[in-house]
């Protein structure tokens, strides 16, 4: 029996596991952030509003690029000769020429790896997000340059990982936390 279907049979602590991966990888993001950056304490609806909308739009682009991925035959690129064909080989092999849709999640996914550099977190924190960053890269990949279609339940899981860093964010990024000392004067 392996990993998956091992998940599968117990789906129940399989689903809550990931949904509280993805929380606690959002929670952890959002608290690194509003570390680094204390005026998002200030302006804690506007901020939250914000990157709940950027990470709900990367969460369901990345589900659908998860649930249908774009295959690339590897056998079918070339060695680029020109710079036009070098710029077109960087372009399938990123997955930007299918639509504007994809450039958008490429953006927020860009977006979203420049938070985690300015996020203000300590090592363990940092190397629990790169780890499981790092995960989710590589899945991406075996379903792009493999023959891999995953089934609805793997969708789901990924689903959740994704509804859950969402939600983490939002949860810790809303808090607004008041000064005390301007209550005083």
Same mark, same amino acid.
């Given at each position: 029996?392996?990993? /998956?279907? #091992? =998940?599968?049979?117990?789906? @129940?602590?399989?689903? *809550?596991?990931?949904?509280?991966?993805?929380?606690?990888?959002?929670?952890?993001?959002?608290?690194?952030?509003?570390?680094?950056?204390? %005026?998002?304490?200030?302006?804690?609806?506007? =901020? %939250?509003?914000?990157? /709940?909308?950027?990470? +709900?739009?990367?969460?369901?682009?990345?589900?659908?690029?998860?649930?249908?991925?774009?295959?690339?035959?590897?056998?079918?690129?070339?060695?680029?000769?020109?710079?036009?064909?070098?710029?077109?080989?960087?372009?399938?092999?990123?997955? #930007?020429?299918?639509?504007?849709?994809?450039?958008? $999640?490429?953006?927020? +996914?860009? *977006?979203?790896?420049?938070?985690?550099?300015? $996020?203000?977190? %300590?090592?363990?924190?940092?190397?629990?997000?790169?780890?499981?960053?790092?995960?989710?890269?590589?899945?991406?990949?075996?379903?792009?340059?493999?023959?891999?279609?995953?089934?609805?339940?793997?969708?789901?899981?990924? $689903?959740?990982?994704?509804?859950?860093? *969402?939600?983490?964010?939002?949860?810790?990024?809303?808090?607004?936390?008041?000064?005390?000392? $301007?209550? @005083?004067?």
């Amino acid at each position: 029996m392996d990993l /998956l279907e #091992l =998940a599968e049979e117990h789906f @129940l602590f399989s689903l *809550t596991i990931v949904l509280g991966i993805g929380l606690l990888q959002g929670g952890v993001l959002a608290r690194g952030l509003r570390h680094r950056f204390p %005026s998002l304490k200030r302006h804690a609806r506007l =901020a %939250s509003v914000i990157l /709940l909308l950027l990470f +709900s739009i990367n969460a369901i682009a990345n589900v659908f690029k998860f649930a249908i991925p774009e295959k690339l035959i590897i056998s079918d690129l070339t060695i680029p000769s020109a710079p036009e064909e070098g710029y077109a080989f960087v372009i399938n092999v990123l997955g #930007l020429n299918v639509g504007f849709a994809m450039v958008v $999640a490429m953006f927020i +996914s860009v *977006t979203i790896i420049l938070f985690l550099r300015f $996020a203000d977190l %300590s090592r363990p924190f940092r190397y629990f997000i790169f780890g499981i960053s790092v995960i989710m890269v590589l899945v991406a990949g075996i379903s792009r340059f493999t023959d891999y279609i995953p089934t609805l339940f793997q969708i789901l899981m990924y $689903a959740l990982y994704q509804f859950g860093l *969402t939600i983490g964010i939002f949860l810790v990024a809303r808090r607004k936390e008041t000064d005390f000392y $301007a209550e @005083l004067e």
